[in-house]
């Protein structure tokens, strides 16, 4: 379709690539790193799929690369809920200046029967 | 465009030191996620590159195999068994 819009969503795509994975090196925290890394790099990916799309116009490629784009937006915010989770119950203590934990909140009130306690 | 390649593959060498250095399991978990992110980008660049079209299949098939480990591997993490 347009050469010049695929080339600027590529470079929008590995901008964001770059910052989510420098976001994964250097943030303190598994819950943090998560956040960073999924939701950069996610949005960095869908962005070099449209861009192919954009390059290749409406043929086999550009359609496959919109595929692949629904699926990824999809399934990677799936993968990252379930990571987030798991972790929390594999017993990843969160940073020390972290301010709240409201999943650990909600187990205990879950675990208590239902009722939650006012602090 | 060879640019974007070599810029994706710095991410992946970042992505590794994350594996091999992350203190926790859970670490190298999210570690191996986004590189099977990454791996689709590389796979759509190239794609584009040599104006073939079978590399998106390639694509296609990564993203599902990563989500698919990743989902299995948080399951382990919650140590509960796969059929829950």
């Known amino acids: 379709m347009s050469e010049t819009v695929g080339i600027i ?19 303190p925290d598994i819950y943090n790193r998560l956040q960073a890394a999924t939701k950069c790099v996610t949005l960095g990916t869908c962005f070099i799929l449209f861009g ?43 940073w020390e200046k972290s301010l709240m934990d409201k999943y650990a909140e909600d187990e205990e009130g879950r675990l208590s029967g239902g009722k939650v306690e006012k602090a | 465009m060879t640019l974007f390649i070599w810029v994706l593959v710095f991410c992946c060498f970042l992505c590794l030191y994350r594996v091999g250095a992350g203190p926790t399991p859970p670490d190298r978990t999210v570690a191996i996620d986004i590189l099977g992110t990454l791996v689709v980008g590389i796979c759509t660049i190239w794609a584009v590159i040599k104006g073939k079209d079978f590399y998106i299949n390639i694509a296609i098939a990564w993203a599902l195999l990563s989500f698919i480990g990743t989902i299995t591997l948080a399951k382990y993490l919650e140590g509960k068994g796969f059929d829950e």
Do not use: E, Y
């Open chain 1, 52 to 94: 192919a799309f954009f390059w290749s116009g409406f043929s086999a490629m550009g359609i496959k690369a919109l595929l692949c784009a629904a699926f990824i937006l999809i399934t990677s915010p799936t993968a990252a809920h379930a990571l987030a989770r798991g972790s929390h119950i594999f017993g990843v203590k969160l």
């Open chain 1, 9 to 27: 969503f590529f470079i929008i795509g590995g901008l964001f690539d770059l910052f989510g994975c420098i976001g994964l090196v250097r943030l």
